[in-house]
């Protein structure tokens, strides 16, 4: 006697009904970036079909996005100016309070997500401001910038905000804020999980936001360290946070299984830039069938336990899963 798994993969209804873990368009959220000026749409060469938009570019981009199905962007931004502490980040004039206000005017039923960070916006492109002696981020100076930051997004009509510096308390010091504020109802999605990885490294092509000395080993995670990956999340969840994230993702499989094991918490996960531009590169080079292991490679996020899909390939994969329904 043995075990007929085949049975079930023979008529492609059963195949279906079986199927454990799935896609949708709802899952994904589509990073956008965003810089002053109009009219611009300009492609970056590490990351093929990413673009650096000014406002009114982003915001036609959306009726593209909704035409596909897709809801929710995550925006970051890149400023005119940079100084030591990042004060464009704080002002409600800057580049992302600008972004949110008229995206939100143009698509009001559009989820925008900020990302909550110094280093797109500091000369010297860490996630905060300097401790002159340790050379490293200050942890607690930080914080309050954090909330002061988060309030500006909040004032501009945000809908979520997602810190993603890894200061230490940065879930409660802005929970506060947006309290102290009035935000009560502005949900908090942490980046509670995240690795110093090479794998942002097309990211910073794109949002200019590579550190001009040193490296983000002093807040970000080893990549060698699980339970300390545990206790990152486990802790934002009780300073408040909402959804938890583990960052980046494929390398990471391991860890977004033991978060999801460990929290009640709705849990995203970033598919980061060096994810996409791998499979982007691997295709050019006529190596692998793209959009089979793009699929492949997102369903793994979702088996592994994640509900949210934070992806560049959101727009590729939704026009995929519209074909898939449709031939049904
Ligand atoms: C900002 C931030 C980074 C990413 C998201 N938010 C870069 C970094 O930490 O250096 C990376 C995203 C990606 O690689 O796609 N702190
Ligand atoms: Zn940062």
């Not at 502490?85 to 939100?104: F, L, N, P, Q, W």
């Amino acid at each position: 006697m043995f075990t007929r798994f085949r049975r079930r993969r023979i008529h492609p209804v059963l195949r279906n009904l079986v199927e454990e873990s799935r896609l949708s368009t709802d899952d994904f959220i589509y990073p956008l970036f965003v810089r002053s000026g109009s009219g611009i749409r300009d492609e970056v060469a590490s990351m093929p079909g990413v673009y650096q938009m000014s406002i009114d570019e982003a915001v036609k981009e959306c009726d593209t996005l909704k035409s596909l199905g897709l809801h929710a962007v995550i925006l970051f931004g890149i400023p005119d100016t940079k100084d030591s502490v990042g004060s464009e980040a704080m002002c409600e004039h800057g580049i992302i309070a600008e972004a949110v206000r008229a995206i939100k005017k143009a698509h009001p039923e559009m989820l925008v997500i900020t990302d909550l960070c110094f280093c797109e916006y500091t000369d010297h492109g860490h996630c905060g401001v300097l401790d002159p002696v340790l050379e490293t981020v200050d942890n607690d100076i930080t914080l309050d910038n954090l909330a002061r930051q988060a309030v500006v997004h909040a004032r501009s009509g945000v809908d979520m905000i997602a810190p993603s510096g890894m200061m230490d308390g940065m879930i409660q010091a802005i929970r506060h804020g947006l309290d102290a504020a009035g935000y009560v109802n502005t949900p908090i999605m942490s980046y509670s999980t995240k690795f110093a990885s090479a794998y942002y490294g097309p990211f910073r092509d794109v949002a200019e936001s590579a550190p001009s000395f040193g490296d983000r080993r002093s807040y970000q995670m080893n990549p060698a360290n699980r339970r300390e990956a545990i206790a990152e999340s486990v802790t934002d969840e009780a300073e408040g946070a909402d959804i938890l994230m583990v960052k980046p993702a494929l390398a990471y499989m391991d860890i977004i299984r033991d978060v999801r094991e460990h929290t009640t918490l709705p849990l995203a996960v970033y598919n980061v830039s060096g994810e996409y531009s791998m499979l982007k590169m691997a295709a050019r080079a006529g190596v692998i069938d793209y959009e089979r292991v793009m699929m492949e490679t997102l369903l793994g996020f979702k088996r592994a336990g994640a509900d949210i899909i934070i992806t560049y390939h959101a727009k590729e994969a939704a026009a995929l899963l519209h074909k898939e329904y449709d031939q049904q």
